[in-house]
Every structure is written in structure tokens, then in C-alpha cells.
T-cell receptor, first 113, second 114 residues
Framework: GQQLNQSPQSMFIQEGEDVSMNCTSS?????WLWYKQDPGEGPVLLIA???AGELTSNGRLTAQFGITRKDSFLNISASIPSDVGIYFC?????????????WGLGTSLAVNP | DTGVSQDPRHKITKRGQNVTFRCDPI?????LYWYRQTLGQGPEFLTY????????KSRLLSDRFSAERPKGSFSTLEIQRTEQGDSAMYLC????????????FGSGTQLSVL
């Protein structure tokens, strides 16, 4: 089925560093979402984006809905150990419905204290 | 309300056995979803309920899988004649009307079929 391309696949950074990850698609999306999943838990919604060009922050996290509507970016500033986890992008394609999200494969983040 | 609750957290079963999982959504959420997730993958949509009505089912949901939400509150997912390929994390999520994309997930049930 349709999938989103997330990069990088994994990251290992030092505490205090900034992090950037992105998500791309070959088709247009109406909604972009970023979720975080801790080991052994379900994903937790971080940020939802609904308009092209939209820039939204949630604490140290900032996400943007790409102008082309085919991509989205997530930035984490001043990383801390509890940022460790897998970050998933998800979206609602233009031809889809918001009850069946399309998911990326995730970006695994490790933070060295 | 403490969020979406799933039971059990872990289930180990032998191939061919039947298993049933339970999900209690956030009480004011009328929409409930089941997803499946394997290692290194994002969640895959299985099925969706609005109140007690099952409105969508994925092609991933074979005849061995059945889900119910009899009173529009908790839901059960049953897998009959389990196969090793059924091993995965089964996630339940709920949402409020008109915000289907804002899913609140439970902690999942990790199924291992031996």
C-alpha cells in the first residue's frame, strides 16, 4: 500500500543538539501529523498540520507542512534524553479519508546524555 | 479518564489457537480503530467503528479476524486459528467526531504466535 518516505531512518545525537527529520510523498496530502512512539507503547500525537506552509510548534518541537503539500518536516531543538523514541509521520492523502492514515516507517532517535 | 486501555499487554499462544483482545477507548470518543504494527513498520489500519457500527475494514483483515463493539463502548478483536504471521503489536485507538486524524492510542497488545 501507499507509504510515506521518512528520513533519516535513524539518528544518534548528543544531548543539547538540534534534530531535523522529514517525510515525503509522491502525491499530495491534505493533512500531516507527527507522532512519537516509546518502546512498548502506542504512538502519541505531537503536532497536526492542515495547511500548506503551516508552521506549528509544541514546546521544543516545530513542524512544517511543505508548500508543495508533498512533504513535512519536524525539528527538535536542544534535545534531551527523554526525546528518545521513534518519530512517525502520518498523513491524509488528497484522495483519501482521515480515518485511514498513511504512515511512514519512522525515524529512530537516540540521544547520548 | 486515563486514556485508551488495552488488555492483555502481552499474549503468547500456539499456532492454531484463538485469541481475543480488549480495548476500552476514552469514554467520550465515539470512534474506535484497530491497527497492527510489526517491527520497523508504522501502524497499519485494520478496522474502524463509529459507535457500535463497523464502518470500514482493511483487506488486511482476513476472515480469521473479527472485531466487535457491541454497545459502542469497549471493543474486542478476535483472531481465530492464529498463524505465525499474526505475530505483531495490535494497537487500539480512539478519536472524537470530526478529528479522526487525532488518534489516541492504547499501549497495545503484543501477540507472539509460536
Amino acid at each position: 500500500g501507499q507509504q510515506l518516505n521518512q528520513s533519516p531512518q535513524s539518528m544518534f545525537i548528543q544531548e543539547g543538539e538540534d534534530v531535523s527529520m522529514n517525510c515525503t510523498s509522491s502525491s499530495i496530502f491534505n493533512t500531516w501529523l507527527w507522532y512519537k512512539q516509546d518502546p512498548g507503547e502506542g504512538p502519541v500525537l505531537l503536532i497536526a498540520l492542515y495547511k500548506a506552509g503551516e508552521l506549528t510548534s509544541n514546546g521544543r518541537l516545530t513542524a512544517q507542512f511543505g508548500i508543495t503539500r508533498k512533504d513535512s518536516f519536524l525539528n527538535i531543538s536542544a534535545s534531551i534524553p527523554s526525546d528518545v523514541g521513534i518519530y512517525f509521520c502520518a498523513g491524509v492523502p488528497q484522495a483519501g479519508n482521515n480515518r485511514k492514515l498513511i504512515w511512514g516507517l519512522g525515524t529512530s532517535l537516540a540521544v547520548n546524555p | 479518564d486515563t486514556g485508551v486501555s488495552q488488555d492483555p499487554r502481552h499474549k503468547i499462544t500456539k499456532r492454531g489457537q484463538n485469541v481475543t483482545f480488549r480495548c476500552d477507548p476514552i469514554s467520550e470518543h465515539n470512534r474506535l480503530y484497530w491497527y497492527r504494527q510489526t517491527l520497523g513498520q508504522g501502524p497499519e489500519f485494520l478496522t474502524y467503528f463509529q459507535n457500535e457500527a463497523q464502518l470500514e475494514k482493511s483487506r488486511l483483515l482476513s476472515d480469521r479476524f473479527s472485531a466487535e463493539r457491541p454497545k459502542g463502548s469497549f471493543s474486542t478483536l478476535e483472531i481465530q486459528r492464529t498463524e505465525q504471521g499474526d505475530s505483531a503489536m495490535y494497537l487500539c485507538a480512539s478519536s472524537i467526531a470530526n478529528e479522526d486524524e487525532k488518534l489516541f492510542f492504547g499501549s497495545g497488545t503484543q501477540l507472539s504466535v509460536l
